[in-house]
C-alpha cells in the first residue's frame, strides 16, 4: 500500500516517512532495464530521470508491481516501437487480464523452468517462487540477485543464487505471513547465500527502520545488511 498509509494513525505514517512502491533499474553495459513499475512509476522516474528503458522486467502481475504501466506509454511514444517485457506465461495471462495496455509491448516468454536466459542480450537466470497461490518470478545478473513478493520456495532456488554477492529481497513485516516471508525469515534467507552485501526492501509500515535490530545469527551478512530506501544505488558485478 505504501508508506504512509492513507489514514493510518501509527508512528511511521505520521511522521510522515515515505516509501513508495518498489522498483528498480539496472543499468548493464549501455542497457536499462526496469523491473516492475508499480502506482508510484512516474513520480519515481521524474524523481531520479529515468527519461527512458531498453526493456521491461516483470516479477509478476499484481498491482503494486504493474500499476505504473500506463506511465510507460510516452517511452512508446517517443521510441515508435513496442517496449521488449520479460515475463512468465502465468505473469503475462494474468496481466491481460488487468490491463488494457498490453499493446504497447512485445512479450518475451522466459523459459517455464528456473535457469538460464538471455534479456535484451546479456546473460542472466531466472528462478521461481511463489506469493501464497501466485508464481513469482526472481533474477539474477551477475553477481546480484533481486528477490521480491517472497512467500514460499524450494530449496532448489539456492543453486541459482550460488556465488552472488549482493542480494535484494522482500521483508514487508517483521514476522511471517502469508504473503511475505517477513524480516525474520529473509534473513535467514539470506544467510543461506554467499550475499555479503543484503538489502531488504518492499518495507511495509509495520517496520520502524530506526529501531528495529536485525534477527538471526547475521553470519556472513552482519555487517552489511541494509534497509532499502527509495533511490539507493547499488554497484554490483556483472
Not at 516517512?17 to 513520480?43: C, H, V, W, Y
Not at 512479450?107 to 542480450?121: A, F, H, V
Not at 532456488?157 to 516471508?181: D, E, M, Q, W, Y
Request: charged share 20%.
Amino acid at each position: 500500500m505504501g508508506v504512509p498509509i492513507i489514514g493510518c494513525p501509527c508512528a511511521i505514517c505520521q511522521r510522515k516517512e515515505e516509501r513508495l512502491r518498489s522498483s528498480a533499474l539496472l543499468t548493464i553495459g549501455g542497457k536499462k532495464l526496469l523491473i516492475d513499475a508499480g502506482p508510484d512509476f512516474r513520480r519515481q522516474a521524474l524523481l531520479h530521470k529515468v527519461e527512458d528503458i531498453d526493456a521491461l522486467i516483470l516479477t509478476h502481475s499484481h498491482y503494486d508491481h504493474i500499476g505504473g504501466l500506463e506511465d510507460l506509454r510516452i517511452i512508446y511514444y517517443q521510441k515508435k516501437e513496442k517496449i521488449p517485457c520479460y515475463l512468465s506465461t502465468e505473469t503475462l495471462q494474468e496481466w491481460r487480464t488487468k490491463t488494457h495496455i498490453t499493446p504497447l509491448f512485445s512479450p518475451y516468454i522466459l523459459p517455464e523452468k528456473s535457469g538460464p536466459c538471455t534479456i535484451e542480450g546479456l546473460d542472466a537466470c531466472a528462478f521461481y517462487f511463489w506469493q501464497n497461490d501466485t508464481k513469482v518470478q526472481g533474477y539474477r545478473f551477475g553477481d546480484l540477485a533481486y528477490i521480491t513478493d517472497i512467500s514460499d520456495y524450494e530449496e532448489e532456488i539456492f543453486s541459482h543464487l550460488s556465488g552472488i554477492s549482493t542480494l535484494v529481497i522482500s521483508a514487508c513485516n517483521l514476522k511471517r505471513s502469508p504473503l511475505h516471508l517477513g524480516l525474520e525469515c529473509a534473513v535467514a534467507f539470506a544467510e543461506k547465500t554467499s550475499a555479503n552485501k543484503v538489502f531488504f526492501t518492499h518495507l511495509s509500515h509495520e517496520i520502524d527502520t530506526r529501531i528495529v535490530s536485525f534477527p538471526g545469527s547475521y553470519s556472513n551478512v552482519e555487517q552489511t545488511q541494509a534497509f532499502a530506501y527509495d533511490g539507493l544505488t547499488i554497484n554490483f558485478t556483472y
